[in-house]
């Protein structure tokens, strides 16, 4: 109850009590009647409905609404995945682009770098080295007979010189420039990955574009600025008398 209006009901019938100012309650009544000596007439007061809340949409609008909603959810978790999948994306590490930076580039002639995220040892030749103008080589660290991966072994003896690829699954030896193969079952030489030089003296391998090793594997090498200038201490060549 509030001033002279009183609301109460159960939400779908509201019910509200007016009385004017000119109405008179039934004890006004019954005091005025007393008064005059007749019964004085009694406005009771009538209770009318509240206006209903109109919904900004018709049921049918809302029901249309869900069912499409719904359907649109439904498509985006079928097609979702698939179109993720097929959604091109660069691909790093084995398999993408394998980006080796200037600084970690070996010096020409000295041992192999591994890089294991893209599965390969970039070797510098100097020219000359294995009949190779000299350059750089990504050689693939699988080896190509059964697909062990293929330790460099610096402490590897054989043939009088040390410095090997060798297999430790059945022997394969194989040289520290262009990985041609010397010794074992495997056969072929280890396999190469495209190179590409940056501008800033990067090297991007591509260890998704393989090539079979062959034993023109040190004509593959590709010239990288500053090799006869990065000569590693030890490495020299003997020069000509
Ligand atoms: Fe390398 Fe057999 S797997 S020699």
Not at 51 to 65: C, E, N
Not at 84 to 93: A, C, D, H, I
Request: overall charge positive; hydrophobic content about 35%.
């Amino acid at each position: 109850m509030s001033g002279n209006r009183c609301t109460g009901g159960n939400g779908s019938q509201r019910w509200r009590m007016a009385k004017g100012p000119a109405e008179r309650t039934l004890a006004e009544g019954r005091a005025a009647g007393a008064e005059s000596g007749r019964v004085q007439p009694v406005d009771t007061p009538v209770a009318s409905p509240a206006p209903t809340a109109h919904l900004p949409l018709s049921r049918r609008a809302l029901l249309a609404g869900g069912f499409w909603s719904g359907l649109g959810l439904a498509m985006v978790g079928l097609l979702g995945a698939p179109l993720s999948f097929l959604w091109p994306r660069k691909v790093t590490g084995f398999g993408g682009e394998v980006t080796v930076p200037a600084a970690k580039i070996p010096a020409p002639g000295s041992e192999p770098v591994h890089i294991p995220e893209g599965k390969f040892y970039l070797a510098n030749l100097v020219p000359s080295q294995e009949e190779s103008p000299g350059g750089l080589l990504a050689l693939w660290h699988k080896c190509p007979h059964l697909g062990c991966s293929v330790p460099w072994r610096p402490d590897f003896e054989y043939g009088g010189s040390k410095g090997w690829y060798r297999c430790p699954c059945h022997g394969s030896t194989y040289t520290r420039g262009a990985g041609l193969l010397v010794f074992g079952p495997a056969p072929r030489p280890l396999d190469t990955m495209a190179i590409e030089l940056k501008g800033n003296g990067d090297v991007v391998v591509n260890t998704g574009a393989i090539t079979k090793g062959g034993k023109d594997n040190p004509l593959r090498a590709v010239p990288y600025p500053g090799t006869a200038a990065r000569i590693a201490p030890g490495n020299e060549r003997p020069r000509e008398a």
